[in-house]
């Protein structure tokens, strides 16, 4: 009698054991290559307006943003460079410093919990104004790079993205954009964009 505990296993000869490697092979090599090949279709999220008078599809609304004309050191070159940014990236949006209905300008509050906020009015499906604000309080003890990241942020609300998770600029907070190593708009930002505009 042997001992219940014992498990005994029957190995399949070479042959079975050659056409089960190949189809575990093809069946890994499939899941891999779905995994990567996938694309993420609607994983932005979208405020619900957007500008008008910009094209429907294809390339580029034109988008006045007018800077206030006092900033704390600092905040107005972030602001700038992450327009630049929009601009730079494949984004079917171009942020012109003009005369507009989307301004930005920074404040200094201590009694608030945000660096960086968005408001906004819309009418129908479309944006009335939107004002763009940094908060020194906290953006004056940033690096260059994530201040940038909070005004690109703040910029992709204004065009009408919503925050989404993830490594992406539309994260709600700024220190998953900084351990991202995030200041500007990625895929997933720029397709959001590229679906409104």
């Not at 007018?66 to 107005?76: L, M």
């Given at each position: 009698?042997g001992?219940p505990s014992?498990?005994?296993?029957?190995?399949a000869?070479?042959?079975t054991?050659?056409?089960?490697g190949r189809l575990?092979?093809?069946?890994l090599?499939?899941?891999i290559l779905?995994?990567?090949?996938a694309?993420?279709?609607?994983a932005?999220?979208l405020?619900?307006p957007?500008?008008?008078?910009?094209?429907?599809?294809?390339c580029c609304a034109?988008?006045g943003v007018?800077?206030?004309?006092?900033?704390?050191?600092?905040?107005?070159s972030?602001?700038?460079?992450?327009?630049?940014?929009w601009?730079?990236s494949?984004?079917?949006?171009l942020l012109?410093?003009?005369s507009g209905?989307?301004?930005?300008d920074?404040t200094?509050?201590s009694?608030?919990?945000?660096?960086?906020i968005?408001y906004?009015?819309?009418?129908?499906?479309?944006?009335?104004?939107?004002?763009?604000y940094?908060?020194?309080?906290?953006?004056g003890?940033?690096p260059?790079?994530?201040?940038?990241?909070?005004?690109?942020?703040?910029?992709g609300?204004?065009?009408?993205?919503?925050?989404?998770?993830?490594c992406?600029?539309?994260t709600?907070n700024?220190?998953?954009?900084?351990?991202c190593?995030i200041?500007g708009p990625?895929?997933?930002?720029?397709?959001?964009?590229n679906?409104?505009?």
């Open positions: 009698m001992n014992v498990i005994h296993f029957q190995f000869g070479r042959t054991l050659r056409r089960a575990i092979f093809m069946a090599t499939f899941a779905t995994m990567f090949s694309t993420s279709a609607l932005y999220n405020e619900g957007k500008w008008s008078g910009t094209p429907s599809s294809g034109h988008i007018q800077y206030s004309t006092a900033w704390f050191t600092g905040d107005q972030a602001m700038d460079a992450a327009v630049s940014a601009n730079g494949p984004a079917n949006v012109e410093k003009r209905a989307l301004t930005v920074d200094y509050d009694g608030v919990g945000w660096d960086g968005t906004y009015g819309w009418s129908g499906s479309h944006f009335t104004y939107a004002h763009v940094l908060n020194y309080y906290y953006t003890g940033y260059a790079s994530v201040v940038k990241g909070v005004a690109a942020h703040e910029l609300h204004a065009i009408g993205l919503a925050h989404n998770g993830g992406v600029l539309m709600p700024t220190p998953t954009r900084r351990s190593g200041s990625v895929g997933d930002d720029v397709n959001g964009v679906r409104l505009y």
